[in-house]
């Protein structure tokens, strides 16, 4: 075991994971798809934003899977069959003839894939920094937040020069050359990883961690307020990050180069959100950076509602990544500190099907406001500003439950 950790370097395995989450990050990028891809198959939005939401929807599944077998030490069996049927999926989707094949491939094989290297990635590394999870767990999911922001402008420029199935045959490929290469580098965490020189008594988590699988932590209350907290917390940046394109050239009149500019410039938010929170919540505490994230979500839509400009767009981009990233960041630490790391697959697998659940919803919510309201997406942001409200509610009363418990 000493041997193993002695030989062991986090900080490549941390890279190569996230080079993982880059390729499976593209689904980030999907409203730079949607239209060209409604357009060339004559296939309406609401159709093609179903492949959207499939492929999120699904991931609970394979996260389980995937936590079931890093638990079991095989991390790097789901890191790197996920990242190949993800690229896999991609790459067949450039052959669809029919929404059913768009779901299969896109929706289903892609989707299944994403989960299996999400869960092996995020939770094999996160147990290899228990001196720094929040910066850990920011930087393995900045690679999912990250990855729009090369997708979404190759993407846009292959569609443009070619055709928009083309554009996937081509991101397919590459896809699964780069995990190919991650693959050499993926080393499984060491039962009880400590870094040289760090021991638990220098954490800043004061608690006990005390290691609870699935069944003890369904039997928890703050199961369900985390599951609900995540489910709010991601709504509203599940919605930008598949309507982006759409809302900047059908509310505020951009090109379409200009949109894919916005998308790249949202993933690049989201990408920094997600170090930036998870470091942030490192120092103030998990629920006390939730309150500024919700609450800048609730100031990001009004900017998006009363500076019908631009630069409102812009201003609303931004902070909504920012956000997005920071949820996707400080939820998996959370959940270790609440239930300890010998689980964490599985238990992280579980709560993110509160994530899953607005993935399904969000995206075909707000393409349906989108058809019914003649391009205008205002609804859609009062109901965002609206769910935002209610994350924060139950964040206080997440806190409130905590302080209970330790007073007692």
């Not at 179903?50 to 394979?62: K, L, Y």
């Not at 299969?104 to 995020?122: D, K, M, P, R």
């Not at 554009?167 to 991650?182: D, H, P, R, S, W």
């Not at 939730?290 to 609450?295: K, N």
Request: hydrophobic share 50%; proline share 4%.
């Amino acid at each position: 075991m000493e041997q193993q950790t002695r030989n062991l370097n986090r900080w490549l395995v941390l890279i190569a994971s996230t080079s993982i989450l880059l390729c499976t990050g593209a689904i980030y990028a999907f409203s730079v798809f949607a239209g060209p891809l409604s357009a060339a198959k004559n296939w309406s939005m609401s159709e093609v934003m179903t492949a959207f939401a499939i492929n999120s929807a699904v991931g609970p599944i394979p996260m389980i899977l995937g936590g079931f077998l890093t638990d079991r030490g095989l991390a790097k069996w789901s890191s790197v069959l996920g990242g190949l049927l993800f690229g896999l999926g991609f790459f067949l989707t450039g052959y669809v003839t029919s929404p059913l094949m768009l779901y299969v491939t896109y929706g289903l094989l892609s989707g299944f894939g994403q989960g299996l290297a999400y869960s092996g990635c995020l939770s094999n590394t996160i147990k290899l920094f228990p001196d720094k999870k929040g910066l850990a767990s920011g930087i393995i999911t900045a690679g999912m937040g990250g990855a729009a922001i090369i997708s979404a402008p190759i993407g846009n420029h292959l569609i443009e020069r070619f055709d928009v199935l083309y554009a996937f045959q081509i991101l397919g490929c590459t896809y699964i050359a780069v995990v190919i290469v991650a693959s050499f580098f993926i080393k499984v965490a060491p039962a009880n990883y400590q870094p040289q020189g760090w021991t638990q008594a220098h954490s800043q988590q004061n608690a006990p961690v005390v290691n609870k699988n699935w069944q003890q932590m369904l039997q928890t209350p703050y199961f369900y307020l985390i599951f609900f907290m995540l489910g709010t917390g991601a709504f509203s940046g599940l919605m930008i990050a598949s309507n982006a394109s759409s809302i900047g050239q059908n509310m505020f009149g951009l090109s379409s180069v200009a949109a894919a500019f916005y998308v790249s410039l949202y993933s690049l938010s989201n990408c920094a959100g997600r170090v930036v929170w998870g470091t942030v919540s490192d120092k103030l505490g998990r629920n006390r950076t939730l309150d500024i994230i919700f609450s800048v979500i609730i100031l990001a839509f009004m900017a998006f509602l009363f500076i019908p400009t631009q630069a409102g767009f812009a201003i609303g981009i931004i902070a909504l990544g920012l956000c997005f990233g920071g949820v996707m960041g400080v939820f998996p630490p959370m959940v270790m500190e609440n239930y300890g790391p010998i689980h964490q697959g599985v238990n992280y697998g579980i709560i993110f099907v509160g994530y899953s659940s607005a993935a399904f919803f969000a995206p075909k919510l707000t393409a349906d406001i989108l058809v019914n309201n003649n391009g205008s997406y205002t609804y859609a942001f009062y109901i965002a500003i609206a769910v935002a409200f209610v994350g924060l509610a139950l964040n206080m009363i997440y806190k409130f439950t905590k302080q209970r418990q330790s007073n007692n």
